[in-house]
């Protein structure tokens, strides 16, 4: 059966276009982010490395990841596409490195909104104790309840779904800092000069740290995903990409020095604690916040979970159209503007894994080798964007010095995740995931190789039709003045 040719692109169906101000567009970063995930889960594992210096890790993570942000940016201050980091990549490296690019991000987003629903079963149990009902209510009801509401926000409006997940985010981490005030002023103002002076920390501690921390900060670039929904993408989307990373990088550095100072004269360490924002409810009595806690974490991993279907449908999308999937997978809705058909394959792909690994694990674990899992992604599409940027500019005639040099930084930082997670080598089964990853990509590959050869002029026709949709959007870029000094212009440097 002969494949269709890639539909021109004044005949697709549509996205709702312009639907998307700067807050919900934001909202679908720091969601996918979920500052909160790090604050109630991840904290303590940088600090089991780090010890006194967590704080400084997260620092020096949000620092690493703003130079790929600046490379990321070259493309969306120029450009806005459906599953843009699958079509910036395309325009820098060519169509088989684009597809291969968003083959990565698809693993990242259903890994990462698998993480999601796990995480919502772990919380929904935990508020349900502290409300006082101990029971136990089986997981697969929780990882239903979280898939099927993400699949009708997701399906019905963008515009809903995008402030759903910048509401309940903020939510939790308003709750977050509520505890983070009692801790620091509580007992009055005092400066845990043990951080500040890093005491006993190590150069290689330190460095096992950053990892977990950027594995902690990736997700900014999925705002990327909604370029051709955003008002005025080529200002908003860099805007929100940008400021998603400070914001969370922020509140995870100053979480970091919360935790370590509330919990330092605790009888356990924090690198032992599962839950310490609970702990921290009960070292200073506030334990009336474990349930609101519960209950936020609880809605951020929702938002996590929404974030990740709807970047991950709107990479799905470009794709088919393009026919790298099947063609159904291309079409919008005719009502809603929303790419139904790749949202209710990919939330049922999402459901499916932690439902059949309940089988055999608990979501706690599911949940971290998920997490595990998802970091090979982003680093693989991290490098080809970082790549990509100084190739589109020079092919653009706009290549400077500078281009070169965050690139170049971008790649070195992006080397220490990549080098920390194959050594020291991590203990079984976490040693085998990056070749569980590696067949993935090759199974990638192996599919675009068919289709080339079905139809030799597929990665000709992508490539044609990526520059007729882009052309539409794409300008060059204005000279930033004073006028456009302050938070507003800072993205797009």
């Not at 006194?52 to 949000?62: I, Q, V």
């Not at 977990?212 to 051709?228: N, Y």
């Not at 970091?256 to 100072?261: A, C, F, K, P």
């Not at 990056?434 to 199974?443: D, E, L, Q």
Request: one cysteine or more.
């Amino acid at each position: 059966m002969a494949i269709a040719p890639v539909k021109p692109a004044q005949n697709r169906s549509a996205l709702r276009s312009g639907a998307l101000g700067f807050p919900a567009v934001l909202g679908q970063s720091i969601a996918l982010i979920s500052p909160t995930m790090t604050a109630v889960l991840i904290i303590p594992l940088a600090f089991s490395n780090a010890g006194n210096g967590t704080w400084l890790a997260y620092l020096f993570g949000t620092v690493m990841l703003l130079f790929v942000v600046l490379g990321l940016n070259q493309f969306a201050k120029r450009s806005a596409a459906p599953g843009a980091m699958y079509t910036y990549t395309a325009r820098g490296l060519g169509p088989a490195t684009g597809v291969l690019s968003g083959w990565a991000l698809l693993w990242c987003y259903l890994m990462i909104g698998t993480a999601g629903l796990t995480g919502f079963a772990i919380f929904f149990q935990q508020f349900l104790s502290a409300l006082g009902a101990h029971v136990t209510v089986p997981p697969d009801i929780f990882f239903l309840i979280s898939a099927a509401t993400c699949w009708y926000i997701a399906y019905k409006d963008i515009r809903i779904s995008s402030l759903v997940t910048l509401t309940l985010e903020g939510i939790s981490v308003f709750l977050i800092l509520s505890l983070a005030a009692v801790v620091l002023f509580s007992r009055g103002t005092h400066v845990d000069t043990a951080q500040l002076s890093l005491k006993g920390v190590s150069v290689h501690g330190m460095s096992l740290a950053v990892v977990a921390t950027i594995f902690s900060l990736v997700g900014f670039e999925s705002a990327t995903a909604l370029g051709s929904e955003a008002r005025n993408p080529l200002r908003t989307v860099p805007r929100a990409v940008i400021w998603s990373l400070i914001l969370t990088g922020s509140f995870m550095v100053v979480m970091g020095y919360v935790e370590v100072y509330g919990t330092r004269h605790y009888g356990t360490s924090l690198a032992s604690l599962s839950a310490p924002l609970n702990v921290l409810a009960s070292i200073y009595h506030v334990s009336f916040f474990k349930a609101p806690i519960a209950l936020g974490a609880m809605i951020s991993f929702f938002s996590l979970s929404l974030s990740c279907l709807n970047a991950g449908a709107r990479i799905i999308y470009p794709m088919g159209e393009h026919h790298v999937f099947p063609a159904r997978l291309g079409q919008a809705h005719p009502k809603n503007g929303t790419p139904y058909a790749a949202i209710t394959v990919y939330m049922l792909i999402m459901l499916a894994i932690p439902t059949v690994l309940e089988l055999f694990t608990s979501p706690l674990t599911t949940f971290g080798d998920a997490g595990t899992l998802a970091a090979f992604g982003f680093l693989l599409a991290y490098f080809l964007i970082t790549i990509a940027a100084p190739v589109y500019l020079r092919r653009r005639g706009e290549l400077r010095a500078r281009h070169v040099v965050i690139a170049v930084i971008a790649c070195l930082c992006l080397l220490v995740p990549t080098v920390g997670s194959f050594y020291p080598v991590p203990a079984f089964p976490v040693n085998l995931f990056p070749y569980i990853f590696a067949a993935y990509m090759v199974a990638g590959g192996s599919w675009l190789l068919y289709l080339s050869r079905r139809r030799r002029g597929i990665l000709a026709d992508i490539e044609a039709d990526l520059e007729q949709t882009l052309a539409a959007h794409e300008q060059r870029p204005a000279p930033v003045g004073p006028e456009a000094l302050g938070p507003e212009a800072l993205p797009s440097a």
